[in-house]
């Protein structure tokens, strides 16, 4: 055996030195095995040997599911060899290359339906080939655009589309925008929305992209002259108050009304680039130079706003940004499709495509004829893909198909060429072939799923031998009886300790933590109700659904719901108010046992000159944990204050170990520190129940299971070894 080059054999099968050594090789190379313990490898490697035969003795791999996974993983893991690289690292640095600039592009547009006809094609050509000849003969371009583009957003501005960059248009657009100078027009263009003429009217290098807050004041585009007058003033006081030398972040709070942002000071949770915004917000916000500079009030769609530049950055590298743009490149419909194109163009010659022209030619005929089905020539060969012949007959059945399919996802047949199905029919066939044939033209695949096949046998068989037998009830039940000895629960302590490095911190603290839930100084804007009801309005959700996900994130946190009214208004309001927010409130799954409701009617108004400030409803923040409160204290000054509850043994908390374990409280100073100690209860030694041990008995389950299952596969498939090869591999 050791002649032949197998050191190891575990009953029927045999370990090549080649096998082995690749394993060693890689854990030597990544430092996973060094001298003191190769032999702790050999022995945890032979285990595993002796689990994977047993699961390919069993034939766990010829299963149905196992088959189904093994498919999958292999789809997967084929994507990346099903791709022409070279193609797709070409656009990205061609995307990256374009980035660096930016254009103020205009067009005119002449509109195509979805799915347009050729008479459609033929009259959208027609009326874009006159425009482009009123070009050449010397009219204005936005003149032109005015009068005749069908892109209504940008007609009325004489075509101007803004500044755009790479990967924001259509490719073929892209394309044309970056083969022209400033100042030159394009011949027409065809995209899916139909045929452009492209103008560049300006450059510019890009400018990066920039992080902002805001302060907002609300105000629809065409809400009447009072509110637009009332917000104009508005956003003219908080200007005021910004230049007297006020904190943006308090004013934000105080006067904003985007309710996703004022809580945070005005910061907008993303990064902007330049063709991100409007072309006025684009010169004013990428004018600001400095970090903290603050914008004058400006105009926009959602009302008036006040922006701060919180952070600015340049053009990325390109090694920075070449996993996004491959992600981009790939998901681009134009761009994937020319990848596709490249990458079927080399495997049609690898796997020696070769068409039968005189077959293509009738069966490109023949196919809208009628036909009965039983015609000798629909068995005539029309295509090979390697040593696999196709015929007329596999084509034409393809075809329908696929127009079954179109049909279906679309609701209407596309107009697609015979000669365009034939192409598919071929790529279909070529890239089924080039996927059968991966491992053998690429080693490191073939290595991967080899990897994949003996660690998804390893993990079924361990699965059915060990952890499914761990989780059975009555077994975990008799092996607890069995061995009770060793799950004994030492003598521990129930207490609570509160200590910090002064007298005056400490009292403070033990006030706010005498009971849970504990009161935390997080505040949390109240919502308003209009007079008179109860239902949310549409900024009280946005308020709410803000306060979900912070309940969501903090699993500690509990809610005090305050219901009021105005004195005008029914008492029942304000219970009625309280339980829409509790309603809302449990619809993002915030359990009810987190709410605290209270109704205070009218005892506590909010104004007297304001009836619609009283109805509403206000909230309390409290936690769970005592670790929310000391967050309080330590922000302040770190490690002013810490504070432990639950059960404890000897050895855990010396300041404990240090008292007698006696019921009581007491105050005491330990190691510099002032300490507040509260043992409520002390547990002798004793037996853990089954409940409380059931992890450990599970754990040490598994252990036992897996050594019997062990030796009786070392029973059955003896191991034999080659002392003196398996050394020489091993030094």
């Known amino acids: 055996m050791a002649q032949e080059g197998f050191p190891i054999q575990i009953g029927p099968k045999k370990i090549s030195s080649a096998q082995f050594s690749s394993i060693y090789r890689r854990l030597i190379e990544s430092d996973s095995i060094k001298p003191d313990n190769k032999n702790k490898f050999l022995s945890d490697y032979l285990d595993l040997s002796l689990k994977l035969v047993a699961a390919e003795d069993e034939k766990l791999a010829d299963t149905p599911g196992f088959q189904e996974e093994y498919a999958s993983f292999r789809k997967e893991l084929a994507s990346p060899y099903l791709v022409d690289s070279e193609k797709v690292n070409a656009l990205v640095k061609e995307a990256y290359q374009r980035l660096k600039d930016e254009k ?36 204005d371009f936005a003149s032109l655009a005015q009068r005749f583009s069908d892109d209504e957003l940008t007609a009325k501005k004489g075509g101007i589309l803004g500044f755009v960059t790479s990967l924001q248009t259509q490719y073929a657009f892209e394309n044309k925008v970056y083969q022209l100078g400033i100042g030159e027009y394009s011949a027409p263009v065809r995209t899916s929305s139909g045929y452009h003429l492209i103008k560049i009217l300006k450059q510019r290098p890009n400018q ?6 805001h302060i907002l004041i609300s105000v629809p585009v065409e809400a009447g002259t009072p509110f637009q007058v009332e917000a104009k003033k508005k956003i003219e006081q908080v200007e005021a108050y910004l230049k007297k030398g006020e904190s943006y972040e308090d004013v934000c709070r105080n006067y904003s009304e985007d309710p996703y942002s004022k809580g945070r000071g005005g910061e907008l949770r993303r990064w902007y680039y330049s063709s991100d915004l409007s072309e006025e917000l684009q010169d004013k916000l990428f004018g600001l130079q400095r970090l903290g500079d603050i914008s004058e009030p400006i105009r926009t769609n ?4 006040i922006f701060k530049l919180l952070d600015k950055k340049p053009l990325l590298s390109y090694e920075e940004m070449a996993e996004y743009l491959r992600q981009k490149v790939n998901t681009d419909p134009e761009r994937s499709a020319l990848i596709r194109q490249s ?55 393809f075809i329908v198909a696929q127009q079954r399919r179109k049909v279906k996802e679309l609701g209407y047949l596309p107009a697609v060429s015979e000669a365009t199905w034939l192409d598919e029919f071929i790529d279909s066939q070529t890239l089924q072939a080039e996927e059968q044939h991966l491992e053998t033209k690429y080693p490191a695949f073939k290595e991967q799923m080899a990897e994949f096949l003996e660690g998804s046998l390893l993990s079924k068989i361990t699965d059915r031998e060990i952890f499914e037998k761990s989780l059975d009830s009555l077994r975990q039940h008799a092996y607890y009886q069995q061995n009770m000895s060793m799950f004994t629960m030492p003598v521990r302590a129930e207490a609570k300790l509160i200590s910090s490095d002064n007298a005056k911190t400490l009292a403070d603290a033990m006030e706010l933590l005498k009971s849970a839930p504990y009161p935390m100084n997080k505040r949390y804007p109240d919502i308003l109700f209009k007079l008179g009801q109860s239902e949310l309005t549409a900024n009280a959700k946005k308020v709410l659904q803000e306060l979900g996900l912070l309940m969501s994130k903090n699993r500690d946190y509990v809610v005090e719901v305050t219901g009021h009214i105005d004195g005008t208004e029914k008492d029942t309001l304000s219970e009625g108010r309280v339980n829409q ?39 309390r923040l409290f936690s769970q944990s005592m670790d929310d409160v000391v967050k309080r204290f330590n922000a302040i000054k770190p490690k002013s204050l810490e504070a432990t509850e ?42 853990k129940t089954f409940d409380e041990c059931r992890s450990s008995i599970i754990r040490d389950l598994q252990a036992q299971l897996d050594k019997e299952w062990l030796q009786k596969l070392k029973n059955k498939y003896p191991i034999v070894i080659q002392q003196e090869e398996l050394q020489k591999l091993m030094q």
């Open 302 to 305: 959602l009302g008036w706003q």
């Open 646 to 687: 639950g059960y404890f043994k000897k050895g855990e908390i010396p300041v404990l170990d240090a008292q007698s374990w006696q019921v009581g409280k007491k105050n005491l100073e330990y190691d510099g520190r002032y300490v507040y100690l509260e043992i409520k209860k002390v547990e002798e030694q004793r037996v």
């Open 581 to 619: 927010v509790v309603k809302f409130l449990s619809s993002k799954g915030i359990s009810s046992v987190r709410f605290i409701e209270k109704d205070e009617g009218k005892l506590v108004s909010a104004s007297k000159t304001d009836k619609a400030k009283n109805a509403r409803v206000s909230f």
């Open 343 to 397: 990458f079927m163009k080399r495997v049609r010659v690898e796997n020696r495509v070769a068409i039968l022209e005189e077959s293509k030619k009738m069966a490109l005929e023949r196919f809208a004829r009628d036909r009965v089905g039983d015609e000798p020539w629909l068995q005539f060969p029309l295509f090979k893909v390697l040593d696999k012949s196709f015929t007329i007959n596999e084509f034409y059945q």
């Open 208 to 213: 990066g992209k920039i992080r902002l807050a």
């Open 104 to 139: 103020q592009v205009a067009h005119i547009l002449v509109k195509l339906p979805a799915n347009p006809s050729p008479g459609d094609t033929l009259i959208a050509y027609q009326k874009i080939e006159n425009l482009y000849k009123k070009l050449k003969a010397g009219e």
